[in-house]
């Protein structure tokens, strides 16, 4: 049994008629008079009285018709839903990020996402850089928002762009005596108490600071550890220690501290979107989309790495420049 057959029967009970269901269809009577024999051949009964006065569904007809009609609804229904989840306008999107991301560019990025594609479900993790590659790797994510360009086993399989640089800054308490100064240098946070990411979750992060104050830094090595930079900059607020994170923490003040420049200044690993190529959903492929019209430097980035092939890995730098101006410090 096919779809046409239950058109057919429906034409025909709404006709009363073969010629004129015929007609309908743009077929000639014979062949609907044969499908609908079959049909009831098929189906074990009678579903249509032949009449002088025409032809009408019998009482198995008329209970093979509702089910006919609401098959078709389905049918109908099942193409609709079909295409809109092929343009990524339903689905399920899973995109883990790292907490900085929420202050900036995720607020703008999963708003309009949002709106443009309200159908789609968003999934969200907080979680560090390296477990959010991990969990690209195994499939458990979509797309991944971390620090610096992902690494480890499987790494090698993912496309990653820029959507954000950084620089170090240095956030306290508003009674430390560093507090009221524009910058604070080497040498005096590394007679400090610090307060830093973990190594294990932002490996990237921590090189550059065993760069920065030494690789035997015993400042860093006896450093309080924080996952997030909320974490720090309350932290820091208590007393603890001086805190060191991206520049992005100034979009989120706190009273009772105090940020201040690190000279030399010394830049981050940028903030990367990280995805599998290879097994990009319509839901990952309208995000990007979102993506491209929301920074348009990183959609210049995405279609160097996804569009026709070019001398992608001859350029020696193809991340994009700056896509956001870091606020002036206090």
């Known amino acids: 049994m096919e779809a046409r057959h239950l058109r057919y029967a429906l034409t025909l009970a709404e006709h009363e008629h073969f010629g004129r269901a015929a007609g309908a269809l743009g077929i000639a009577q014979p062949p609907l008079s044969k499908q609908i024999a079959d049909l009831e051949r098929e189906v074990g009964a009678r579903l249509f009285d032949r009449t002088r006065q025409g032809v009408f569904p019998t009482a198995a007809g008329a209970a093979f018709l509702c089910r006919a009609r609401r098959a078709l609804d389905e049918i109908a229904a099942a193409s609709v839903d079909a295409a809109r989840a092929a343009r990524g306008e339903t689905g399920r999107l899973r995109l883990g990020f790292i907490a900085s991301a929420l202050l900036e560019p995720l607020p703008d990025v999963l708003g309009r996402f949002g709106r443009e594609r309200p159908d789609v479900r968003l999934e969200l993790h907080e979680m560090a850089t390296s477990r959010g590659t991990a969990a690209l790797v195994t499939g458990e994510l979509d797309a991944a928002i971390g620090l610096g360009r992902p690494g480890g086993i499987g790494a090698e399989q993912l496309v990653s762009v820029p959507i954000g640089h950084d620089h170090l800054v240095a956030v306290m308490s508003s009674t430390h005596p560093y507090a009221g100064q524009s910058s604070v240098d080497v040498d005096q946070l590394r007679r400090q108490p610090l307060i830093v990411a973990p190594g294990e979750d932002e490996p990237a992060v921590v090189t550059g600071l065993r760069a920065l104050l030494g690789k035997d830094s015993k400042a860093l090595s006896g450093a309080t550890v924080a996952r997030d930079i909320h974490t720090i900059i309350g932290l820091a607020a208590c007393g603890v220690g001086v805190g060191l994170g991206p520049s992005r923490m100034l979009a989120a003040p706190r009273r009772g501290t105090w940020f201040c420049e690190v000279t030399p200044r010394t830049p981050l690993p940028n903030l990367v ?53 870091t606020r002036a410090m206090p």
């Open 273 to 325: 979107l990280s995805f599998n190529a290879r097994d990009r959903s319509p839901a990952l492929n309208a995000f990007l989309d979102v993506i491209r019209k929301n920074c348009p430097e990183v959609g210049a980035a995405l279609d160097h790495r996804l569009g026709p092939p070019g001398p992608k890995d001859s350029d020696p730098d193809p991340y994009p420049t700056s896509l956001r101006h």
